[in-house]
Nanobody, 124 residues
Framework: QVQLVESGGGLVQAGGSLRLSCAASGRTFSRHTTGWFRQAPGKEREFVATISSSGINTYYADSVKGRFTISRDNAKNTVYLQMNSLKPDDTAVYYC?????????????????WGQGTQVTVSS
């Protein structure tokens, strides 16, 4: 069983930065691919970024490539999402998710455990 808790969201002006954290419980977290997803009002949940269990491999949605960076510290059971050059279109609830089967990728169906989300609001 894995429990995930996101933090770090808030209100920021366009062009600003935020760093989200996803703290996990469970001894096996370091073995799981972990992803960040987001959901804006009235829209479907969409993929943002994912990172392999080792932290070596990362993958980003085109919309955030070059602006967001995903990383992890397995000693702290935490995954991060550094978000720079934020735009109003980045406004959403951001969720982290763990994939225990190692499939990963951008499909939400591959992730078995989800956090409760943290709100990010970018003002213009």
């Amino acid at each position: 069983q894995v429990q995930l808790v996101e933090s770090g969201g808030g209100l920021v002006q366009a062009g600003g930065s935020l760093r989200l954290s996803c703290a996990a419980s469970g001894r096996t977290f370091s073995r799981h691919t972990t992803g960040w997803f987001r959901q804006a009002p009235g829209k479907e949940r969409e993929f943002v970024a994912t990172i392999s269990s080792s932290g070596i491999n990362t993958y980003y949605a085109d919309s955030v490539k070059g602006r967001f960076t995903i990383s992890r510290d397995n000693a702290k059971n935490t995954v991060y999402l550094q978000m720079n050059s934020l735009k109003p279109d980045d406004t959403a609830v951001y969720y982290c998710a763990a994939d225990v089967q190692g499939i990963g990728g951008s499909d939400t169906r591959h992730y078995e455990y989800w956090g409760q989300g943290t709100q990010v609001t970018v003002s213009s």
